[in-house]
Antibody, heavy 128, light 109 residues
Framework: QLQLQESGPGLVKPSDTLSLTCTVS??????????WGWIRQPPGKGLQYVGS???????HSNPSLNSRVTVSIKTSESQFSLKLSSVAAADTAVYYC????????????????????WGKGTTVTVSS | EMVLTQSPGTLCLSPGERATLSCRAS???????LAWYQQKPGQAPRLLIY???SRATGIPDRFSGRGSGTDFTLTITGLEPEDFAVYYC??????????FGQGTKLEIK
């Protein structure tokens, strides 16, 4: 059964770069069937798509994050990573890594699809 | 930009009752690119429904989705104690980003 596990610092200083890694187990990360993404949830709030990556390295990010997002992938280590630069208190959230099907129901959406597998999430607090 | 508005914000019902949750889109959603998730406290969301009405793997048939255009509904018939949670809708298949609703909290009366 596919499992996703987030890891990284729980505390980041304002203006620094947030770095998280997701380790994929129980299935291949080098698959043309999925994007691998990040979704976040500020305390007591709803969900926000952050960004995602394909095994080939093709990346997409949420424009509302003003180009601060970089998502990368290391297929040899079954990991993908998130970097969010110039963080502020508003970036405090639970960050989930996620598997996003490339296609479903005969249609292909690429990165813009539902999430069918979620990691447990990791809390990141931005504070000095 | 697409906005999804979920109602009600909180729904108080008893086990065994029927729950009807609404998700209204600010623009028409083509081909029913809408999903529903369930989230319990301290847990990650879980996919329930995709393509507006298709149940995800392992989801009980008491969960059903329907709708088209701008109005979508998640119905839970015969509420079980484990169904009390927060529910989110999501629009996908569009650019520049996919969008989530703000959530409906289903509470035990």
């Amino acid at each position: 059964q596919l499992q996703l596990q987030e890891s990284g610092p729980g505390l980041v200083k304002p203006s620094d770069t947030l770095s998280l890694t997701c380790t994929v187990s129980g299935g291949p990360i080098s698959s043309s069937l999925y994007y691998w993404g990040w979704i976040r949830q500020p305390p007591g709030k709803g969900l926000q798509y952050v960004g995602s990556i394909f095994y080939s390295g093709s990346m997409h990010s949420n424009p509302s994050l003003n180009s601060r997002v970089t998502v990368s992938i290391k297929t040899s280590e079954s990991q993908f990573s998130l970097k969010l630069s110039s963080v502020a208190a508003a970036d405090t959230a639970v960050y989930y890594c996620a598997r996003i099907p490339y296609c479903s129901g005969g249609s292909c959406y690429g990165w813009s699809n539902y999430v069918d597998v979620w990691g447990k999430g990791t809390t990141v607090t931005v504070s000095s | 930009e697409m906005v999804l508005t979920q109602s009600p914000g909180t729904l108080c019902l008893s086990p065994g009752e029927r729950a009807t949750l609404s998700c209204r889109a600010s623009q028409s959603i083509s081909s029913s690119y809408l999903a529903w998730y369930q989230q319990k406290p301290g847990q990650a969301p879980r996919l329930l429904i995709y393509a507006a009405s298709s149940r995800a793997t392992g989801i009980p048939d008491r969960f059903s989705g329907r709708g088209s255009g701008t109005d979508f509904t998640l119905t839970i018939t015969g509420l079980e104690p484990e169904d009390f949670a927060v529910y989110y809708c999501q629009h996908y298949g569009s650019t520049p980003t996919c969008t989530f609703g703000q959530g409906t909290k289903l509470e035990i009366k």
